[in-house]
C-alpha cells in the first residue's frame, strides 16, 4: 500500500469458551488474523454471519480483549495501553458506528446529549460554549442542522440517526472509524447518501474506516480494498476492484454469484449450496470452506491455507489457487522464451 | 389462466389516538393461479399492513377501512376467526420475516408441524409423519431434525422449515413478508431459487413482499412498486427494471450500487419518505421528484393504465416526461 500504515493487526485471535463451566469447547470466532489498515482509506471487511467480522470490530474497538496476536496502533502495540487517559484517547481515535440506529441512542436524552457528553470526555480543553459550537460543526459535516441537535431520537429518521452516529464519531476527531454494518438496517433509497458520507470523511478529512458488511455492492462503491472473511479467517484480500474483477477463492466468486444483479442476467446453475455457515467449535486443521468448496482437494483436509500473494498486494488462502498460480509462473516464462 | 386472488379497492386505517392514518390507500391488483407478484418498498409505505391485509391478520388499532380480499371467490373481509382458520394453512400460508419469533422456540419443528395439520382434520400419527418429512425434504433439510427445536436450527433452516410448514397442505396462495431478509447472500439466492422452484412444480401463486428490489428481479413474473400507502407502479417484472416509468421506481433502480460496470457515483433519493399523518398535498412523492413541476404539488395522480404498466404519475400520464 502507498498509504502509511494506521493500524495494523497482527495474527489476532479470539477464541470463545463455550458451553457449561466444565466445558472445554472453543467457538474459534476470531483465528490468525493480520491485515492492515492504511490512512484515508476506506477497507471493506465482508462475511456472512458467524464470519468473525463483528468480533474483529470488537477487539479492535478493544470491547473485548485478544487470545493471542497484538494489534498495532501508529506502531504502538494497543495491548500496552493501560491507563485511563491513554485508553480514552484510543477510543477516541477509534470510535465505532453501529448497525442498530434506533438502539444506539438514548431515548430520553436529546441527540445532542451523546455528541456534548463525548465532547467533555475527550476534549478536556473545550468550554461549554465550545462544545456547543463544536457539536454544531459536526453535525454540518454530516449534513445535519443545527437544529438537529435540540431534536429526540424519535424524532429523527433512521437515515439521520445513523448521521448522528458520525457526527458522534467525528466529535472526537478519529482516525479509523469503526463501522458495522452501518446501513444495512436503512432504506434503499437513503443508503447511498451514509455511502456517500463515509466517502466524503475520507476524502476531505483523511479519516480512514473498516466498513463491515456482508453487502458487496455497497462495499464495492466505497472502499478502496476489500477483505473477505470466512469462518473466523481471510479467505483474500486486495484492491477492491481487483479482487471483485479476478476472485481467486472459491468463496469469493460463490459469494459474487449470489449477489442480486437487476442487470445482469440470472446465472442459470442455480448452485445447490445451501449457504450453512461452517461450525467453528474446536476445528481440526484444514481449509474450513472445503465441505462447500467445489475444488476441494484432499490436501485441504490436512493443511490450513495461509494467506499467499498471488497477485500484487492479492491475497489469497486457498491450496488450488495457490498451485494454479505457481503453475501459472513455472508456464510464464517458457512463453517468453518461444515469443 | 384463472385467479386465485382479487384484491380491489382496500384501505387500511391505524385507529391512533391523534386521528387516523390510512395506512394501505385504495390498493387494487389481481392474482393468478401460479403467479409470483413481488411488492417492493421502503418502511412505512404500507407493504407489510398490505400483505396483513390481505391474510387477515390485521389487529387492532389497524382495521380494513374498505375494500374487499377476494380468495377463490370468497370476500375474506369481514369472515369470522372460525370461518378463516378453515382457509389458513390448507389454501393460504403465510411465511413471515422472522422465523425465529414466527416458531414456537418451545416445540420441535415436528411438533409444530403436528399442531398444523391437526388443526385440518384428522390425520393419523404415520400420516402426519410420512407428509412432515415429505415437506422438509421438498426444502432441502433432512427429516431428521423433525425432532429439533427452533434455537438447534441456522437461521437460513429456520427459515426453510417455515417454508416446509407453508407446504404441508399443497396451499394456493402463499404470502411472504421478507423472508429471506435475515439471510446471506448466498443463503437468500438460494432459498429464493428453491422457493422458485417448489412454486413451479407445486403451481401455488406468491406474494412476496421486500424492500430489496434486486433480490426478486430474477423470481418475480410482476412487480408492484408502493409509496406512501399508494401502488405507484404496477407491471410485468421485466418491464418494469428495464424501463421503470415512476420516478421513484427509477430512483429506487438508480440507489443500488452494482458490482459489475463502472463504478458510478449513485445519488440515492433526497429527502425521507412522507409521514403518513402529514402526506404532502398533490402527488405524495413531488417533494423528493427530480422532474416534478408545479401541478404535481396540487393535483393527487390516479393511477392510470400506460399500456407497458400501471404508473401513478402526471407527467408520465400526459407525456410531458419522456
Known sequence: ?339 | MSEVLEVSGLSVDYLLDRGDVRAVDDVSFTLDRGEFLGIVGESGCGKSTLLFAVAQLLAPPARIAAGSVRFQGTNLVGLTDGQLSAIRWRDLSVVMQSAMNALNPVKSIGAQFKDAMKAHGKPTGEEIAARSAEVLKMVGIDPVHLGSYPHQLSGGMRQRSMIAMAMLFTPDLVIMDEPTSALDVVAQRSLMVQIRELQLRLGFAVIFVTHDMSLISHFSDRLMVMYAGQVDELGETRTVFDRPLHPYTQGLLEAFPSIRGPRVPLKGIPGNPPDLARLPAGCRFHPRCPYAVERCAQVAPELADLDQALVRCLRRQDGSLN
Open chain 1, 1 to 339: 500500500m502507498t498509504a502509511t500504515e494506521l493500524l495494523r493487526a497482527d495474527h489476532l485471535t479470539r477464541h470463545f469458551k463455550i458451553g457449561g463451566a466444565l466445558s472445554r469447547r472453543t467457538l474459534h470466532a476470531v483465528d490468525d488474523v493480520s491485515f492492515a489498515i492504511g490512512e484515508r482509506e476506506i477497507v471493506a471487511l465482508a462475511g456472512e454471519s458467524g464470519s468473525g467480522k463483528s468480533t474483529i470490530a470488537r477487539l479492535l474497538a478493544r470491547i473485548y480483549s485478544p487470545t493471542s496476536g497484538e494489534i498495532y496502533f501508529e506502531g504502538t502495540p494497543v495491548s500496552r495501553i493501560r491507563s485511563r487517559r491513554n485508553r480514552l484517547r484510543y477510543s477516541g481515535l477509534v470510535p465505532m458506528v453501529f448497525q442498530d440506529p434506533f438502539g444506539s441512542m438514548n431515548p430520553v436524552f436529546r441527540v445532542q446529549h451523546g455528541v456534548l457528553r463525548s465532547l467533555k470526555l475527550h476534549r478536556r480543553e473545550l468550554s461549554g460554549a465550545q462544545r456547543r459550537d463544536e457539536a454544531a460543526r459536526v453535525f454540518d459535516v454530516v449534513g445535519l442542522g443545527a437544529d438537529m441537535l435540540e431534536r429526540f431520537p424519535h424524532e429523527l429518521s433512521g437515515g439521520q440517526r445513523q448521521r448522528v452516529g458520525f457526527a458522534q464519531a467525528l466529535a472526537m476527531r478519529p482516525k479509523l472509524i469503526l463501522a458495522d454494518e452501518p446501513v444495512s438496517m436503512l432504506d434503499v433509497s437513503i443508503r447511498i447518501g451514509l455511502l456517500n458520507l463515509m466517502a466524503e470523511l475520507r476524502d476531505t478529512m483523511g479519516v480512514s474506516i473498516l466498513y463491515i458488511t456482508h453487502d458487496i455492492a455497497s462495499a464495492r462503491y466505497v472502499a478502496d480494498r476489500l477483505i473477505v472473511m470466512y469462518a473466523g479467517q481471510i479467505a483474500e484480500t486486495g484492491p477492491i476492484e481487483d479482487v471483485l474483477t479476478d476472485p481467486r477463492h472459491p468463496y469469493t466468486q460463490l459469494l459474487l454469484s449470489a449477489v442480486p444483479d437487476p442487470r445482469a442476467p440470472l446465472s442459470v446453475a442455480a448452485e445447490t449450496d445451501r449457504g450453512e455457515p461452517p461450525k467453528v467449535i474446536d476445528p481440526a486443521p484444514g481449509c474450513r470452506f472445503r465441505w462447500r468448496c467445489p475444488l476441494a482437494i484432499e490436501k485441504c483436509a490436512q493443511v490450513t491455507p495461509v494467506l499467499m500473494e498471488l497477485l500484487p498486494a492479492h491475497d489469497v488462502a486457498c491450496h488450488v489457487a495457490q498451485a494454479q498460480a505457481s503453475a501459472a509462473e513455472v508456464q510464464a516464462p517458457l512463453i517468453k522464451e518461444t515469443s
